[in-house]
């Protein structure tokens, strides 16, 4: 099994805690739970879940480069 290492803003990191313990999953558990969701999708969907997460957070991304 491989191991991914991602960064969160703290706002990102609050909200999937809160997310965690409204559903009494760890983090982990609605991380991977998040991905296999989304890669179970069709190309399609990917491709426009993928558009609307780049576009909503392209200034992040501009700000970190």
């Known amino acids: 099994m ?3 290492r991602i ?3 703290d706002e990102e ?3 999937l805690e809160e997310l965690s313990n409204r ?3 760890t983090v982990e558990q609605i991380v991977r739970l998040s991905i296999c969701d989304l890669i179970g999708q069709s190309d399609d969907a990917f491709r426009t879940s993928a558009k609307r997460v780049l576009e909503k957070n392209a200034e992040l991304y501009r700000r970190l480069s």
């Open 2 to 4: 491989a191991t991914l």
């Open 7 to 9: 960064s969160l803003s």
């Open 13 to 15: 990191i609050n909200r």
């Open 23 to 25: 559903e009494r999953l």
